[in-house]
């Protein structure tokens, strides 16, 4: 599968935005799905992730209340809306695919996904 982030951009703190990472091929509905950030001079982090059907979600506390992960397996698509950002959420967004798809689990290791989307920068400004 291949994976291709976009939606990111220039906003300002307490603002929102929506990225969203469309997917080829005919079996992103098997997948569990997850996005990933990475900072300036920091590692890749866990953002959020979802099961295959969207039935589980998963979220790293920083971002819990304020961000949302969702999927459309009809349009082959996944989203991460993103809310009261804060300038400590700038970083380059990446999704990725679990070809080990489950509909209830969604993995917060970036060793256990398999595909990579080419990442989205994001930026919040003070």
């Known amino acids: 599968v291949q994976l291709q982030a976009s939606g990111g951009g220039l906003v300002q703190a307490g603002g929102s935005l929506r990225v969203s990472c469309a997917a080829s091929?005919?079996?992103?509905?098997?997948?569990?799905m997850g996005w990933f950030r990475q900072a300036p001079g920091n590692e890749r982090e866990f953002v959020a992730a979802i099961s295959r059907n969207g039935g589980s979600l998963y979220y790293v506390d920083s971002v819990k209340g304020r961000f949302t992960i969702s999927r459309d397996n009809a349009k082959n698509t996944m989203y991460l809306q993103m809310n009261s950002l804060k300038p400590e959420d700038t970083a380059v967004y990446y999704c990725?695919?679990?070809?080990?798809?489950?509909?209830?689990?969604?993995?917060?290791?970036?060793?256990?996904?398999?595909?990579w989307g080419q990442g989205t920068l994001v930026t919040v400004s003070s």
């Open positions: 091929g005919r079996t992103f509905s098997s997948y569990s």
């Open positions: 990725a695919a679990d070809q080990v798809g489950r509909n209830y689990y969604a993995s917060k290791w970036s060793h256990e996904y398999d595909y």
